[in-house]
Each structure stands twice: as structure tokens, then as C-alpha cells.
């Protein structure tokens, strides 16, 4: 069984950075697709950044120029850079793992929290 952990979340002024990490681990069967969603309250969730096969990365509109994914394959991390922050930022974000091949498997991480506030 696929298990991510996240880590990485917290508080931060605007205009602040943090960085966010998700790590698969448990399963030899490794994900082809991995990236990380958003939801802030009474909001549905929202994509941030994917993974869209091979090195792509499709980035959500209200983030492209601010934040930055990249992955350690070999480790199956992957890694979002996080700039220029702003108050409606503030959401749990949650890394999504997807196997597309067999065994298939969609997984989310627990979520962490990421709250701009000054």
C-alpha cells in the first residue's frame, strides 16, 4: 500500500516562501503521475501543480510564476516552491500519487496546512 507523507507546512507573512515536500514510499510500484491540490475552507479542491507524464508540469492558473515543483525521482519526492505568497494561499494542501499502469492506484496524503496571514 502507497503512503505519501507531507511535510513542510506553517505559517508565513505575505510575500513570504515555504516549501512543501511529499514522499511515496511503501509500495515497490512506483507512481508515473504525482503533484499536489489545495482546498481552502468551503472551497472545493483545486490542482496547484501535476505532473502530467514524463516531466511535465501543469501548474493551476493562480499560482504559474510563483510556485515551483520539481521531483527526485529516484526517491519518489516531489518538492513545491513556494513564493511570493499571498493570503488566499492559505489552504491544507494535499500531494496525490497516481500509478496509471498495473497495479493502479490514486492516493492523497494526509494534507498539511500552509496559512499566509501577517
Known amino acids: 500500500q502507497v503512503q505519501l507523507v507531507e511535510s513542510g507546512g506553517g505559517l508565513v507573512q505575505p510575500g513570504g516562501s515555504l516549501r512543501l515536500s511529499c514522499a511515496a514510499s511503501g509500495s515497490i510500484f512506483s507512481p508515473n503521475i504525482m503533484g499536489w491540490y489545495r482546498q481552502a475552507p468551503a472551497k472545493q479542491r483545486e490542482l496547484v501543480a501535476t505532473?502530467?507524464?514524463?516531466?511535465?508540469?501543469v501548474y493551476g492558473d493562480s499560482v504559474k510564476g510563483r510556485f515551483t515543483m520539481s521531483s527526485d525521482n529516484a526517491k519518489n519526492t516531489v518538492l513545491l516552491q513556494m513564493n511570493s505568497l499571498k493570503v488566499e494561499d492559505t489552504a491544507v494542501y494535499y500531494c496525490?500519487?497516481?500509478?496509471?499502469?498495473?497495479?493502479?492506484?490514486?492516493?492523497w496524503g494526509q494534507g498539511t496546512q500552509v496559512t499566509v496571514s501577517s
Open positions: 505532473f502530467t507524464g514524463g516531466s511535465k508540469i
Open positions: 496525490n500519487a497516481i500509478r496509471t499502469g498495473f497495479p493502479r492506484y490514486n492516493v
